[in-house]
């Protein structure tokens, strides 16, 4: 009896290919408006959040002054050795944020100088050319592969906050922060830059922006984080060796679990929120017009399956018919919105982020399938209940 | 209840006091009123009377698309008012062949595909279904148009295609509403035969509404139907 539904669907769409092609093509508009609100929000979000996500860490301790900003932070650099000890943390580094800007050539680019401790959770884990920075190593840098479309190759020198000339001997990918691409350099070459930006504040090679933990397998991050904040309630710059860093006296931490340092990074929850608003409504338009479209086919077909009641056709057969048709243009809409979108990726400008990935696409799928079946609910009940008594009353041709 | 109640009449299809209101209150319609009538295998009765009189309410209840408010219908034997909708529908499929007014011919389906779909209500084997589709298409002169959409054919080929389907699953029972109602004289008595024919082959049991006298002369017995009530003098 499905297969029979099946092939009642096909035949209907196969046979009025006009209505057919027209519903298709006003949800491949819908799927492909959908898709591209998503791949913003998505690419918006990754571009802000890449620098931490890029980290194979769980938990990021921040200076508590800070309110869980990168940038603002400020934590003592061996504050990463203290908490290797603590149950739970399997490995800890440092990492310290600051903007600033590259020069290649005349061309100056916005850019995000990210210290880091070397082979600890601090680490890049996306290196797609190249190599990255060790401590202690001169003048070495690893960019974000973005900055390729700059002009920026393996080996070439660059001019780092107007005055550091750096060699960049890798890329990593997907690390932006606040959409600006990063560059990775050892901790030392950070605290330089950061001294020369606010001279006042002095040379403190000791200091970091925060440490990043990876925690031991099986521990859970939220607990981790709590154990961390409780351990260190009243650090005292002397518990870690600070002394070249005097303003961190009595400093307290604020650790949290990887999704909720991704929250804090500015923008990035509001952000998320409007987005989701506004995706969300689109998927619900999709619902509302796959919906009218299947009540209005119902209505001019209400003779039609009615007479097919009245031969035998239980109901299931025609709601599967029905269903048929969503499903099959679901797949065109959901096909032809990803081709469309895809394209427009590629020809939109660079400084607009948009990107289709396959599980954005899945997911937009999904819901604008239960988006097209839940408006075609109302039809699809319509269908269940018809009386086929109705055939004698309406005149099927 | 059981549904199945021997039956001494021999009749393939009977009502039996039935009566059918619609609304309640000040709004109550009694569109058929104890109607009692026994149609046999092998027999075609014409059931005749002006617009509004109860032809198709009547047709509806013996067809089990309709249950009655008051009395019982039985279609070989078994009793359609104790069964459930399921059970009616598979009984509709499976014992029923109806022959509408308009031909009610699935416009995005071609002549064999709408003959076809009620063998698969039916539950007949692909197999079974293919075969007798085309046996029925090519026995009523539509072996060349079994491609086609009703659009393509004339009224008389699609009332045609219409008794194919009808006749595909071999119901005991054949009810046809108006059956010549849309056809010129000629296609109408081509059409009213195959249905007597189909009737007078023995197998089954027939019931053409019809107000078109030329069609009445086809039927074995003529029951006159006025305000919901069959004629005793009929």
């Known amino acids: 009896m499905i297969r029979t539904g099946v092939e009642l669907g096909l035949a209907e769409l196969r046979r009025t290919l006009r209505r057919a092609w027209s519903s298709a093509a006003t949800l491949v508009v819908l799927s492909m408006l959908t898709l591209t609100l998503a791949g913003l929000a998505d690419a918006l979000e990754r571009d802000s959040t890449g620098v931490l996500r890029s980290l194979d860490a769980d938990v990021v301790v921040f200076n508590e002054e800070a309110r869980l900003q990168l940038l603002r932070s400020r934590v003592p650099a061996p504050l990463g050795v203290s908490l290797g000890w603590l149950e739970g943390v399997a490995r800890a580094g440092t990492i310290g944020l600051f903007p600033t800007s590259l020069a290649t050539g005349s061309e100056q680019t916005r850019i995000t100088i990210v210290g880091y401790n070397a082979r600890t959770p601090a680490e890049p884990t996306n290196v797609v050319a190249g190599r990255l920075p060790v401590d202690g190593e001169p003048r070495i840098a690893a960019a974000d592969v973005r900055l390729r479309s700059r002009g920026l190759e393996l080996g070439d020198t660059v001019v780092l906050a107007g005055d550091r000339e750096v060699e960049i001997v890798g890329f990593v990918e997907d690390t932006l922060f606040l959409q600006q691409p990063t560059v990775w350099v050892p901790p030392h070459l950070w605290a330089e830059v950061r001294a020369s930006a606010f001279p006042e504040a002095g040379f403190a090679e000791m200091l970091a922006g925060a440490t990043v933990v990876r925690t031991a397998v099986g521990a859970d991050p939220a607990e981790v984080a709590a154990t961390i904040e409780a351990e260190l309630a009243d650090l005292d710059a002397d518990d870690v060796a600070l002394d070249d860093v005097d303003d961190l006296d009595g400093f307290a931490v604020d650790a949290v679990a990887m999704p909720r340092a991704l929250d804090a990074i500015p923008g990035v929850d509001v952000q998320r929120n409007t987005f989701t608003v506004i995706v969300a409504l689109a998927v619900a338009v999709v619902g509302v017009v796959v919906g009218l479209l299947f009540t209005l086919l119902v209505s001019e077909r209400r003779p039609v399956l009615a007479t097919l009641r009245a031969l035998g056709a239980p109901p299931k057969v025609l709601v599967t018919a029905l269903l048929t048709q969503v499903v099959a243009l679901w797949a065109v809409a959901t096909v032809g919105g990803t081709a469309v979108t895809l394209v427009l990726a590629e020809v939109v400008p660079e400084a607009m982020p948009l990107a289709v990935r396959p599980g954005l696409v899945a997911w937009i799928a999904v819901a604008l399938l239960a988006a097209s079946v839940a408006g075609a609910a109302f039809a699809l009940r319509r269908v269940a209940r018809l009386d086929p008594a109705v055939v004698m009353q309406e005149d099927p041709e | ?234």
């Not at chain 2, 004289?185 to 049991?205: F, P, S, Y």
């Open chain 2, 1 to 234: 209840m059981s549904a199945h109640v021997p039956d001494e009449s021999g009749a393939v299809v009977r009502a039996q006091g039935c009566t059918k209101i619609y609304g309640d209150g000040h709004a109550e319609v009694t569109a058929v009123s104890e109607v009692d009538l026994s149609i046999g295998r092998g027999e075609l009765v014409a059931l005749v009377g002006p617009s509004g009189s109860g032809k198709s309410t009547l047709l509806s209840m013996l067809g089990a698309l309709l249950t009655p408010t008051t009395g019982r219908v039985f279609v070989e034997a078994v009793d359609v008012g104790v069964l459930n909708e399921r059970e009616r529908t598979a009984l509709r499929a499976r014992r029923i062949g109806f022959v509408f007014q308009a031909s009610g011919l699935v416009p995005f389906l071609t002549a064999q595909e709408n003959v076809a779909a009620v063998g698969s209500f039916a539950g007949m084997p692909r197999g079974d279904i293919d075969r007798r589709t085309r046996q029925l298409l090519g026995q009523l002169g539509l072996a060349e148009r079994t491609d086609h959409l009703p659009e393509a054919l004339s009224g008389g080929e699609r009332q045609r295609v219409s008794i194919a389907r009808a006749l595909l699953a071999d119901p005991p029972v054949l009810l046809a509403d108006e059956p010549t109602a849309h056809l010129d004289h000629e296609r109408g008595e081509q059409v009213i035969r195959l249905l007597a024919d189909a009737v007078h082959d023995g197998t089954r049991a027939g019931l053409v509404v019809t107000h078109d006298p030329a069609v009445a002369a086809h039927a074995d017995r003529v029951v006159h139907i006025t305000d919901g009530r069959l004629d005793p003098t009929g």
